[in-house]
Protein backbone atom coordinates (compact mmCIF):
# COMPACT_ATOMS: atom_id res chain seq x y z
CA UNK A 1 0.00 0.00 0.00
CA UNK A 2 2.92 2.59 0.90
CA UNK A 3 4.32 1.94 -2.14
CA UNK A 4 1.54 2.26 -4.29
CA UNK A 5 0.92 5.75 -2.38
CA UNK A 6 3.90 6.72 -3.65
CA UNK A 7 4.21 6.17 -6.95
CA UNK A 8 0.52 7.43 -7.42
CA UNK A 9 2.52 10.63 -5.45
CA UNK A 10 5.44 10.76 -7.75
CA UNK A 11 2.84 10.25 -10.53
CA UNK A 12 0.99 13.80 -10.29
CA UNK A 13 3.76 15.42 -9.16
CA UNK A 14 5.58 14.59 -12.72
CA UNK A 15 2.44 15.28 -14.56
CA UNK A 16 2.57 18.36 -12.76
CA UNK A 17 6.19 19.58 -13.92
CA UNK A 18 5.62 18.69 -17.14
CA UNK A 19 2.48 20.79 -17.32
CA UNK A 20 3.86 23.83 -15.79
CA UNK A 21 7.33 23.38 -18.20
CA UNK A 22 4.97 23.53 -21.27
CA UNK A 23 2.60 26.14 -19.90
CA UNK A 24 5.54 28.52 -19.35
CA UNK A 25 7.28 27.30 -22.78
CA UNK A 26 3.53 28.89 -24.19
CA UNK A 27 2.74 24.98 -25.29
CA UNK A 28 -0.37 25.54 -24.68
CA UNK A 29 -2.32 22.94 -26.06
CA UNK A 30 0.44 20.13 -24.36
CA UNK A 31 -0.43 22.00 -21.09
CA UNK A 32 -4.36 22.23 -21.22
CA UNK A 33 -3.52 18.09 -22.40
CA UNK A 34 -1.91 17.48 -19.17
CA UNK A 35 -4.30 19.39 -16.68
CA UNK A 36 -7.32 17.51 -18.50
CA UNK A 37 -5.32 14.03 -17.63
CA UNK A 38 -5.95 11.96 -14.61
CA UNK A 39 -7.05 13.26 -11.02
CA UNK A 40 -4.33 16.69 -11.16
CA UNK A 41 -7.20 18.71 -11.09
CA UNK A 42 -7.64 17.00 -7.46
CA UNK A 43 -4.28 18.22 -6.18
CA UNK A 44 -4.45 21.92 -5.17
CA UNK A 45 -1.30 22.77 -7.18
CA UNK A 46 -3.21 21.24 -9.89
CA UNK A 47 -6.22 23.28 -9.05
CA UNK A 48 -4.05 26.33 -9.44
CA UNK A 49 -2.28 25.50 -12.84
CA UNK A 50 -5.87 24.56 -14.27
CA UNK A 51 -6.87 28.06 -13.57
CA UNK A 52 -4.05 29.75 -15.00
CA UNK A 53 -4.36 27.35 -17.93
CA UNK A 54 -7.87 28.40 -18.46
CA UNK A 55 -7.34 32.17 -17.98
CA UNK A 56 -5.00 31.95 -21.32
CA UNK A 57 -7.04 29.52 -23.33
CA UNK A 58 -9.72 32.10 -22.70
CA UNK A 59 -8.02 34.71 -24.09
CA UNK A 60 -6.67 32.81 -27.02
CA UNK A 61 -10.43 31.54 -27.52
CA UNK A 62 -11.40 35.67 -27.51
CA UNK A 63 -8.34 36.09 -30.61
CA UNK A 64 -9.49 33.13 -32.75
CA UNK A 65 -13.43 34.13 -32.47
CA UNK A 66 -12.23 38.07 -33.17
CA UNK A 67 -10.13 36.54 -36.09
CA UNK A 68 -12.62 34.37 -37.37
CA UNK A 69 -11.85 30.84 -36.20
CA UNK A 70 -15.27 30.08 -34.63
CA UNK A 71 -14.88 26.38 -34.23
CA UNK A 72 -11.45 26.56 -32.72
CA UNK A 73 -12.34 29.76 -30.46
CA UNK A 74 -15.68 28.35 -29.12
CA UNK A 75 -13.70 24.89 -28.69
CA UNK A 76 -11.27 26.87 -26.75
CA UNK A 77 -13.86 28.38 -24.44
CA UNK A 78 -15.77 25.46 -23.33
CA UNK A 79 -12.46 23.88 -22.23
CA UNK A 80 -11.37 26.92 -20.03
CA UNK A 81 -14.85 26.98 -18.81
CA UNK A 82 -14.47 23.38 -17.68
CA UNK A 83 -10.91 24.19 -16.31
CA UNK A 84 -11.56 27.23 -14.35
CA UNK A 85 -15.09 26.13 -13.47
CA UNK A 86 -17.81 28.71 -12.14
CA UNK A 87 -15.63 30.71 -11.28
CA UNK A 88 -16.67 34.59 -11.53
CA UNK A 89 -13.45 35.63 -13.38
CA UNK A 90 -14.01 33.18 -16.24
CA UNK A 91 -17.18 34.18 -16.25
CA UNK A 92 -16.13 37.93 -16.83
CA UNK A 93 -14.04 36.55 -19.61
CA UNK A 94 -16.64 34.81 -21.57
CA UNK A 95 -18.92 38.04 -20.84
CA UNK A 96 -15.90 40.08 -22.25
CA UNK A 97 -15.59 37.74 -25.06
CA UNK A 98 -19.31 37.85 -25.98
CA UNK A 99 -18.98 41.51 -25.75
CA UNK A 100 -16.71 41.62 -28.49
CA UNK A 101 -18.32 39.70 -30.64
CA UNK A 102 -21.86 41.62 -30.58
CA UNK A 103 -19.63 45.09 -31.91
CA UNK A 104 -17.37 43.14 -34.18
CA UNK A 105 -21.26 42.17 -35.81
CA UNK A 106 -22.53 45.44 -35.04
CA UNK A 107 -19.18 47.07 -36.97
CA UNK A 108 -19.70 44.17 -40.25
CA UNK A 109 -23.17 45.20 -40.38
CA UNK A 110 -22.67 49.06 -40.61
CA UNK A 111 -20.35 48.12 -43.21
CA UNK A 112 -22.91 46.30 -45.37
CA UNK A 113 -21.49 42.78 -44.79
CA UNK A 114 -24.83 41.94 -43.17
CA UNK A 115 -24.41 37.98 -44.62
CA UNK A 116 -21.49 37.57 -42.37
CA UNK A 117 -22.97 39.18 -39.59
CA UNK A 118 -25.97 37.00 -39.37
CA UNK A 119 -23.42 34.21 -39.12
CA UNK A 120 -21.54 35.31 -36.28
CA UNK A 121 -24.19 36.21 -34.44
CA UNK A 122 -26.27 32.66 -35.28
CA UNK A 123 -22.73 30.99 -33.78
CA UNK A 124 -22.60 33.60 -30.72
CA UNK A 125 -25.89 32.07 -30.33
CA UNK A 126 -25.91 28.51 -30.69
CA UNK A 127 -22.61 28.44 -28.32
CA UNK A 128 -23.90 30.63 -25.54
CA UNK A 129 -27.76 30.30 -25.61
CA UNK A 130 -27.95 34.03 -26.25
CA UNK A 131 -29.83 36.94 -24.73
CA UNK A 132 -31.98 39.92 -25.40
CA UNK A 133 -29.29 42.14 -27.41
CA UNK A 134 -27.97 39.11 -29.18
CA UNK A 135 -31.67 38.04 -30.05
CA UNK A 136 -32.54 41.53 -31.19
CA UNK A 137 -29.23 42.46 -32.75
CA UNK A 138 -30.09 39.27 -34.83
CA UNK A 139 -33.44 39.95 -35.71
CA UNK A 140 -32.23 43.40 -36.77
CA UNK A 141 -29.63 41.65 -39.00
CA UNK A 142 -32.16 39.38 -40.92
CA UNK A 143 -34.35 42.01 -41.54
CA UNK A 144 -32.04 44.12 -43.40
CA UNK A 145 -31.02 41.35 -45.22
CA UNK A 146 -34.31 40.67 -46.10
CA UNK A 147 -34.70 44.18 -47.05
CA UNK A 148 -32.08 44.38 -49.25
CA UNK A 149 -33.21 41.21 -50.97
CA UNK A 150 -36.57 42.90 -51.41
CA UNK A 151 -34.85 45.79 -53.17
CA UNK A 152 -33.24 43.48 -55.75
CA UNK A 153 -36.56 43.04 -56.88
CA UNK A 154 -38.13 46.24 -56.97
CA UNK A 155 -40.17 45.38 -53.72
CA UNK A 156 -39.28 48.56 -52.14
CA UNK A 157 -42.73 49.27 -50.05
CA UNK A 158 -41.90 45.62 -48.58
CA UNK A 159 -38.20 46.92 -48.06
CA UNK A 160 -39.38 49.63 -46.07
CA UNK A 161 -41.70 47.44 -43.52
CA UNK A 162 -38.81 45.23 -43.00
CA UNK A 163 -36.07 48.17 -42.11
CA UNK A 164 -39.18 50.33 -40.52
CA UNK A 165 -38.89 47.24 -37.52
CA UNK A 166 -35.29 46.87 -37.33
CA UNK A 167 -34.67 51.14 -36.92
CA UNK A 168 -37.56 50.50 -33.22
CA UNK A 169 -35.99 47.76 -32.78
CA UNK A 170 -32.26 49.62 -32.44
CA UNK A 171 -32.75 53.29 -33.15
CA UNK A 172 -29.27 53.64 -31.97
CA UNK A 173 -27.94 51.96 -35.18
CA UNK A 174 -26.97 55.11 -37.65
CA UNK A 175 -26.69 52.33 -40.39
CA UNK A 176 -29.83 51.48 -40.32
CA UNK A 177 -31.30 55.15 -40.96
CA UNK A 178 -29.18 55.52 -43.61
CA UNK A 179 -30.61 52.49 -45.05
CA UNK A 180 -34.12 53.98 -44.42
CA UNK A 181 -33.86 57.26 -46.38
CA UNK A 182 -31.98 55.33 -49.11
CA UNK A 183 -34.61 52.92 -49.51
CA UNK A 184 -37.55 55.81 -49.34
CA UNK A 185 -35.51 57.33 -52.43
CA UNK A 186 -35.09 54.54 -54.82
CA UNK A 187 -38.89 53.97 -53.72
CA UNK A 188 -39.48 56.83 -55.28
CA UNK A 189 -37.41 56.63 -58.47
CA UNK A 190 -38.94 52.89 -59.00
CA UNK A 191 -42.31 53.83 -58.66
CA UNK A 192 -41.59 56.82 -61.47
CA UNK A 193 -40.04 53.83 -63.66
CA UNK A 194 -43.15 51.73 -62.71
CA UNK A 195 -45.63 53.63 -63.95
CA UNK A 196 -44.04 55.17 -67.17
CA UNK A 197 -42.98 51.35 -67.89
CA UNK A 198 -46.60 50.47 -67.51
CA UNK A 199 -47.95 53.51 -69.60
CA UNK A 200 -45.53 52.60 -72.62
CA UNK A 201 -46.73 48.79 -72.31
CA UNK A 202 -50.44 50.19 -72.49
CA UNK A 203 -49.88 51.81 -75.31
CA UNK A 204 -47.84 49.20 -76.98
CA UNK A 205 -44.59 51.61 -77.71
CA UNK A 206 -41.79 48.99 -77.24
CA UNK A 207 -39.11 50.67 -77.75
CA UNK A 208 -39.66 53.18 -74.86
CA UNK A 209 -40.48 49.59 -72.85
CA UNK A 210 -37.40 48.74 -73.86
CA UNK A 211 -35.57 51.20 -72.27
CA UNK A 212 -37.40 51.49 -69.46
CA UNK A 213 -36.98 47.46 -68.36
CA UNK A 214 -33.38 48.40 -68.90
CA UNK A 215 -33.12 51.16 -66.40
CA UNK A 216 -35.38 49.22 -63.97
CA UNK A 217 -33.27 46.23 -64.12
CA UNK A 218 -30.25 48.23 -63.21
CA UNK A 219 -32.11 49.69 -60.11
CA UNK A 220 -33.61 45.91 -59.54
CA UNK A 221 -31.96 43.76 -61.41
CA UNK A 222 -34.04 40.76 -59.74
CA UNK A 223 -37.45 42.44 -61.15
CA UNK A 224 -39.91 40.18 -62.44
CA UNK A 225 -41.96 42.85 -63.89
CA UNK A 226 -38.76 44.57 -65.72
CA UNK A 227 -37.50 41.16 -67.19
CA UNK A 228 -41.09 40.33 -68.66
CA UNK A 229 -42.05 44.05 -70.00
CA UNK A 230 -38.55 43.43 -71.82
CA UNK A 231 -38.89 40.12 -72.95
CA UNK A 232 -42.41 41.19 -74.29
CA UNK A 233 -40.71 44.42 -76.05
CA UNK A 234 -38.37 41.87 -77.78
CA UNK A 235 -40.99 39.47 -79.44
CA UNK A 236 -43.01 42.71 -80.68
CA UNK A 237 -39.91 44.14 -82.03
CA UNK A 238 -38.66 41.15 -83.81
CA UNK A 239 -35.45 40.68 -81.68
CA UNK A 240 -33.52 37.56 -83.05
CA UNK A 241 -33.58 34.30 -81.41
CA UNK A 242 -30.58 33.51 -79.47
CA UNK A 243 -28.28 31.69 -81.59
CA UNK A 244 -24.90 29.43 -80.52
CA UNK A 245 -22.35 31.78 -80.37
CA UNK A 246 -19.19 30.47 -82.17
CA UNK A 247 -16.75 27.63 -80.26
CA UNK A 248 -14.08 30.80 -80.04
CA UNK A 249 -16.73 32.73 -77.81
CA UNK A 250 -17.26 30.19 -75.32
CA UNK A 251 -14.79 28.65 -73.04
CA UNK A 252 -13.34 25.16 -73.91
CA UNK A 253 -12.22 22.27 -72.00
CA UNK A 254 -9.53 19.66 -73.27
CA UNK A 255 -9.24 16.29 -71.92
CA UNK A 256 -5.19 16.32 -72.98
CA UNK A 257 -3.95 19.36 -71.67
CA UNK A 258 -0.29 19.76 -71.03
CA UNK A 259 0.87 19.46 -67.03
CA UNK A 260 3.79 20.90 -65.37
CA UNK A 261 5.12 19.61 -62.35
CA UNK A 262 5.57 22.72 -59.03
CA UNK A 263 8.79 22.68 -57.92
CA UNK A 264 8.52 24.69 -55.34
CA UNK A 265 5.95 21.83 -53.76
CA UNK A 266 7.35 20.94 -50.14
CA UNK A 267 5.76 17.72 -50.62
CA UNK A 268 7.78 14.56 -51.53
CA UNK A 269 5.04 13.40 -54.23
CA UNK A 270 4.97 16.67 -56.42
CA UNK A 271 1.47 17.81 -57.40
CA UNK A 272 1.16 18.36 -61.22
CA UNK A 273 -1.18 21.69 -62.03
CA UNK A 274 -2.53 23.46 -64.96
CA UNK A 275 -0.11 25.88 -66.90
CA UNK A 276 -3.06 28.23 -66.64
CA UNK A 277 -6.50 28.71 -64.06
CA UNK A 278 -8.66 28.18 -67.17
CA UNK A 279 -10.73 25.82 -65.27
CA UNK A 280 -11.82 27.48 -62.89
CA UNK A 281 -14.81 30.56 -63.03
CA UNK A 282 -16.30 32.26 -60.27
CA UNK A 283 -20.43 32.65 -60.30
CA UNK A 284 -21.61 35.84 -58.53
CA UNK A 285 -25.75 34.69 -57.85
CA UNK A 286 -27.62 37.96 -56.46
CA UNK A 287 -29.10 37.65 -53.56
CA UNK A 288 -27.20 34.32 -52.51
CA UNK A 289 -23.56 34.64 -52.47
CA UNK A 290 -20.42 33.90 -54.86
CA UNK A 291 -18.83 30.82 -55.94
CA UNK A 292 -15.47 28.85 -57.00
CA UNK A 293 -16.40 26.45 -59.80
CA UNK A 294 -13.62 23.93 -60.30
CA UNK A 295 -14.43 22.33 -63.32
CA UNK A 296 -11.16 19.46 -63.27
CA UNK A 297 -11.62 15.71 -62.09
CA UNK A 298 -9.40 16.69 -59.42
CA UNK A 299 -8.70 19.47 -57.26
CA UNK A 300 -5.35 20.68 -54.67
CA UNK A 301 -6.05 23.00 -52.07
CA UNK A 302 -3.42 24.50 -50.16
CA UNK A 303 -2.10 27.85 -49.01
CA UNK A 304 -2.71 31.23 -50.95
CA UNK A 305 1.09 32.24 -51.63
CA UNK A 306 2.48 34.08 -54.80
CA UNK A 307 3.24 31.54 -57.63
CA UNK A 308 1.25 29.09 -56.05
CA UNK A 309 -0.91 27.77 -59.27
CA UNK A 310 -3.67 25.79 -57.48
CA UNK A 311 -7.28 25.29 -57.73
CA UNK A 312 -8.39 26.70 -53.72
CA UNK A 313 -5.60 28.96 -52.20
CA UNK A 314 -6.84 29.30 -48.66
CA UNK A 315 -5.51 31.68 -46.29
CA UNK A 316 -4.32 29.60 -43.43
CA UNK A 317 -2.13 27.93 -41.91
CA UNK A 318 -1.02 25.66 -44.75
CA UNK A 319 1.28 23.80 -46.55
CA UNK A 320 1.39 25.42 -50.37
CA UNK A 321 -0.28 21.83 -51.79
CA UNK A 322 -1.81 20.60 -48.51
CA UNK A 323 -4.93 18.23 -50.11
CA UNK A 324 -5.70 16.97 -53.09
CA UNK A 325 -9.40 15.48 -53.75
CA UNK A 326 -10.50 13.87 -57.14
CA UNK A 327 -13.73 12.54 -58.21
CA UNK A 328 -13.96 9.02 -59.71
CA UNK A 329 -16.76 7.23 -59.27
CA UNK A 330 -17.03 8.73 -55.90
CA UNK A 331 -15.10 11.63 -54.16
CA UNK A 332 -11.73 10.88 -52.44
CA UNK A 333 -9.15 13.32 -50.41
CA UNK A 334 -5.82 12.73 -50.45
CA UNK A 335 -3.55 14.64 -47.84
CA UNK A 336 -0.41 16.19 -48.56
CA UNK A 337 -0.34 18.11 -45.48
CA UNK A 338 -2.15 17.41 -41.85
CA UNK A 339 -5.79 16.22 -43.01
CA UNK A 340 -8.45 15.08 -40.38
CA UNK A 341 -12.11 13.94 -41.80
CA UNK A 342 -14.45 14.03 -39.10
CA UNK A 343 -11.93 14.97 -36.48
CA UNK A 344 -10.24 11.58 -37.60
CA UNK A 345 -6.24 11.98 -38.87
CA UNK A 346 -6.30 10.31 -42.36
CA UNK A 347 -2.89 9.00 -43.60
CA UNK A 348 -4.09 7.43 -46.95
CA UNK A 349 -6.41 8.51 -49.48
CA UNK A 350 -10.11 8.49 -47.94
CA UNK A 351 -13.15 8.03 -49.30
CA UNK A 352 -15.24 11.50 -48.90
CA UNK A 353 -19.22 11.24 -47.83
CA UNK A 354 -22.33 13.87 -47.75
CA UNK A 355 -21.86 15.85 -44.81
CA UNK A 356 -17.85 15.17 -43.86
CA UNK A 357 -16.23 17.59 -41.95
CA UNK A 358 -12.50 18.35 -43.59
CA UNK A 359 -9.79 19.86 -41.17
CA UNK A 360 -6.34 20.89 -43.20
CA UNK A 361 -4.04 21.70 -40.77
CA UNK A 362 -4.56 22.95 -37.30
CA UNK A 363 -7.50 25.44 -37.89
CA UNK A 364 -9.15 25.08 -41.63
CA UNK A 365 -12.43 23.92 -41.80
CA UNK A 366 -14.57 22.70 -44.74
CA UNK A 367 -17.80 20.78 -45.38
CA UNK A 368 -17.80 18.17 -48.17
CA UNK A 369 -21.43 18.21 -49.83
CA UNK A 370 -22.51 15.89 -52.52
CA UNK A 371 -26.65 17.17 -52.36
CA UNK A 372 -28.27 15.64 -55.42
CA UNK A 373 -27.34 11.53 -55.13
CA UNK A 374 -27.70 11.36 -58.77
CA UNK A 375 -24.83 13.89 -59.83
CA UNK A 376 -21.49 13.69 -59.32
CA UNK A 377 -21.25 17.35 -58.72
CA UNK A 378 -19.84 18.45 -55.28
CA UNK A 379 -20.07 21.62 -52.98
CA UNK A 380 -16.99 22.42 -50.36
CA UNK A 381 -18.26 24.96 -47.67
CA UNK A 382 -16.26 27.21 -45.46
CA UNK A 383 -16.89 26.39 -41.86
CA UNK A 384 -14.38 28.45 -40.20
CA UNK A 385 -13.47 32.05 -41.93
CA UNK A 386 -10.59 31.58 -43.59
CA UNK A 387 -11.25 33.23 -46.73
CA UNK A 388 -10.49 31.64 -50.29
CA UNK A 389 -8.50 33.50 -53.31
CA UNK A 390 -10.36 34.64 -55.52
CA UNK A 391 -12.87 35.60 -52.63
CA UNK A 392 -15.87 33.00 -52.74
CA UNK A 393 -18.35 31.51 -50.08
CA UNK A 394 -18.09 27.96 -51.39
CA UNK A 395 -16.08 25.59 -54.00
CA UNK A 396 -18.76 23.58 -56.66
CA UNK A 397 -16.43 20.86 -57.77
CA UNK A 398 -18.53 20.61 -61.37
CA UNK A 399 -18.77 17.72 -62.79
CA UNK A 400 -21.24 17.72 -65.83
CA UNK A 401 -23.93 20.13 -64.64
CA UNK A 402 -24.42 22.37 -61.58
CA UNK A 403 -28.52 23.11 -61.27
CA UNK A 404 -29.02 26.19 -59.32
CA UNK A 405 -32.50 26.93 -57.70
CA UNK A 406 -34.99 26.74 -54.63
CA UNK A 407 -34.51 23.01 -53.79
CA UNK A 408 -32.16 21.90 -50.85
CA UNK A 409 -30.54 19.15 -53.05
CA UNK A 410 -29.85 21.45 -55.35
CA UNK A 411 -26.09 22.25 -55.73
CA UNK A 412 -26.42 26.03 -55.01
CA UNK A 413 -29.72 26.49 -52.86
CA UNK A 414 -31.74 29.64 -53.93
CA UNK A 415 -34.62 29.77 -51.78
CA UNK A 416 -36.47 33.04 -53.62
CA UNK A 417 -35.89 31.89 -57.54
CA UNK A 418 -39.11 29.71 -58.44
CA UNK A 419 -37.23 27.23 -60.47
CA UNK A 420 -34.50 25.49 -61.35
CA UNK A 421 -31.54 27.03 -63.65
CA UNK A 422 -28.90 24.33 -65.04
CA UNK A 423 -25.61 25.04 -66.37
CA UNK A 424 -24.22 22.23 -68.08
CA UNK A 425 -21.26 21.21 -69.85
CA UNK A 426 -21.16 20.05 -73.45
CA UNK A 427 -19.01 19.30 -76.51
CA UNK A 428 -16.42 21.57 -74.71
CA UNK A 429 -18.60 24.70 -74.20
CA UNK A 430 -21.04 25.74 -71.17
CA UNK A 431 -24.83 25.98 -71.60
CA UNK A 432 -27.64 27.56 -69.54
CA UNK A 433 -30.74 26.18 -69.37
CA UNK A 434 -34.24 27.50 -67.66
CA UNK A 435 -38.16 26.64 -67.84
CA UNK A 436 -38.40 30.46 -68.60
CA UNK A 437 -36.83 32.29 -71.40
CA UNK A 438 -33.80 34.04 -70.03
CA UNK A 439 -31.78 37.46 -71.35
CA UNK A 440 -28.19 36.63 -71.69
CA UNK A 441 -25.62 39.50 -71.95
CA UNK A 442 -28.54 41.55 -73.19
CA UNK A 443 -29.82 39.08 -75.72
CA UNK A 444 -33.64 37.66 -74.99
CA UNK A 445 -32.90 33.49 -75.40
CA UNK A 446 -34.97 30.48 -75.26
CA UNK A 447 -34.60 27.16 -73.75
CA UNK A 448 -30.88 26.99 -73.57
CA UNK A 449 -27.87 28.75 -74.71
CA UNK A 450 -24.45 28.77 -74.66
CA UNK A 451 -22.96 30.90 -71.90
CA UNK A 452 -19.53 32.50 -71.55
CA UNK A 453 -17.20 32.84 -68.42
CA UNK A 454 -18.05 36.34 -68.38
CA UNK A 455 -21.76 36.44 -69.34
CA UNK A 456 -24.39 37.96 -66.75
CA UNK A 457 -27.66 35.66 -67.28
CA UNK A 458 -31.19 37.15 -66.33
CA UNK A 459 -34.56 35.70 -65.58
CA UNK A 460 -37.71 36.44 -64.30
CA UNK A 461 -36.94 36.12 -60.41
CA UNK A 462 -33.04 35.74 -60.77
CA UNK A 463 -29.78 36.98 -62.25
CA UNK A 464 -26.22 35.63 -61.71
CA UNK A 465 -22.80 36.33 -63.41
CA UNK A 466 -19.98 34.55 -64.52
CA UNK A 467 -16.51 36.36 -64.21
CA UNK A 468 -12.90 34.21 -64.86
CA UNK A 469 -10.40 33.43 -62.84
CA UNK A 470 -6.95 35.08 -64.34
Known amino acids: MMMAGTTMFKSWRLQLKEAQEAFRAGRLDEAVALVRQGDLHRYLPGKKLSVLVAQQLAQRAGQRLRSGESAEGWQDLEIAHQLGAQSEEMLAIRREIVSRMLADAEQRLAGGETVDAIKRLESIERHTGGNDLLRTLLEVARRVESARNLRLRGKHADALVQLDRAATLRPDLPCIQDQLERCRREAGEVEDLTERLHAAMSRSDWTETLALAGKLLQRCPQSTLAADARRRAWLALGSPECRDKPLDATMTWYADRDFEVDEASDHDDPVATHQSASQRFLLWVDGVGGFLVCLDDQIVLGQNSPGNRIAVPIQGDLSRQHARIRREDGYLIEPLGEVWVNGRKIQRTTVLAEGDEIRLGSSVYLRFHQPHPLSSTARLERVSQHRMQPAADAVLLMAESC ?64 EPVS
Open 403 to 466: VLGPKNQNHVLCRDWSNDVVLFRRDGRLYCRAKEGIEVDGRFCDDQTPVRWDSHVVGGDFSFSL
